[in-house]
């Protein structure tokens, strides 16, 4: 069975560092990207980027690049998202999700990581 | 940049069709995916490549892309297909994924 289980909920401090993660398993992890999405409170889904394990090959929307960064530990089926500095406006919930290819869907959701970034 | 868009809301009767819409430039030659979010869960993909439907998933949803526009329907409303409801294709010519801004449906 195909799962995404991603890590848990976590309330930081504006300027603070943040890394979650999404760990795969059911399939090979280095056959398969991961995308990232974020959905703030009350607003619709928006692509962050995508990685592809088997080589680390990372793609980012022009809206988060510069201000994630997506990685993963193919040898731990885990891909992460992490921030160097947190804004209060990074708080939203974040989903992990499997995709294969280009004009691939997203077959495969993790439960979502809600971060809360606050003073 | 691609720009899919969606009405914010869809309102409809119990036992009736619902038809979502999801505009594009010329979207009928991308694949169009539509993904179901219920309050407080993770998106669910309901409609792939334009109108396959994933194991698991009713017959009285479907899809249709030609043109401007993708269509996701859902014959035979009921209750349970009260979410929020997201189209969502491959940009080739920016390599970037795009998901539209999405669609509430109300049942009445």
């Known amino acids: 069975e195909v799962q995404l289980v991603q890590s848990g909920a976590e309330v930081k401090k504006p300027g603070e560092s943040l890394k979650i993660s999404c760990k795969a398993s059911g399939y090979s992890f280095t056959t398969y990207w991961i995308g990232w999405v974020r959905q703030m409170p009350g607003k619709g889904l928006e692509w962050m980027g995508i990685i592809y394990s088997g080589d680390s090959d990372t793609r980012y929307s022009p809206s988060f690049q510069g201000q994630v960064t997506i990685s993963a530990d193919k040898s731990i089926s885990t891909a992460y998202l992490q921030w160097s500095s947190l804004k209060a406006s990074d708080t939203a919930m974040y989903y992990c999700a ?21 003073s | 940049s691609y720009v899919l868009t969606q009405p914010p809301s869809v309102s409809v009767a119990p036992g009736k069709t619902a038809r979502i819409t999801c505009g594009g430039n010329n979207i009928g030659i991308k694949s169009v995916h539509w993904y179901q979010q219920k309050p407080g869960q993770a998106p669910v993909l309901v409609i792939y490549y334009d109108s396959d439907r994933p194991s698991g998933i009713p017959e009285r949803f479907s899809g249709s892309n030609s043109g401007n526009t993708a269509t996701l329907t859902i014959s035979r409303v009921e209750a349970g297909d009260e979410a929020d409801y997201y189209c969502q294709v491959w940009d080739s010519s920016s390599d ?12 009445l």
């Open chain 1, 98 to 118: 499997r995709y294969s290819s280009s004009v691939m869907p997203f077959d495969y959701w993790g439960q979502g990581t809600l971060v809360t970034v606050s």
């Open chain 2, 96 to 107: 970037h994924v795009v998901f539209g801004g999405g669609t509430k449906l109300t049942v």
